[in-house]
């Protein structure tokens, strides 16, 4: 069971978003981040994909935590502010020296 409550609203018109300070309480292990964005899009009645997960601060031990979420306005507001995922590298194979 998890439940949310919005503790803070900041709206910030020259980035096209809202940040929101969460308060989740929940029962049993830490919600994964996916169950999270699920919650919070069904709380704010936004998209899944507009919205980033920036901060999430929980006591040891504690059923409660903190959510520092960014909602943007638009898709193209997104992808100017935030930073682009990083793609893994790929290792290269390098000859085998032998050692004589």
């Not at 507001?77 to 793609?87: D, G, L, N, V, Y």
């Amino acid at each position: 069971m998890l439940n949310l409550k919005i503790l803070n609203e900041i709206q910030r018109k020259l980035l096209e978003r809202k940040e929101l300070e969460i308060e989740a309480i929940f029962d049993g292990p830490t919600p994964k981040k996916q169950d999270l964005l699920k919650e919070i899009a069904s709380l704010t009645k936004s998209k899944e994909n507009l919205i980033v997960l920036k901060r999430i601060n929980q006591l040891y031990g504690a059923s409660k935590a903190k959510i520092l979420v960014y909602i943007y306005g638009s898709e193209e507001a997104f992808k100017k502010t935030e930073p682009k995922e990083k793609k893994p590298k790929e290792k290269k194979e390098q000859p085998k020296q032998e050692t004589k």
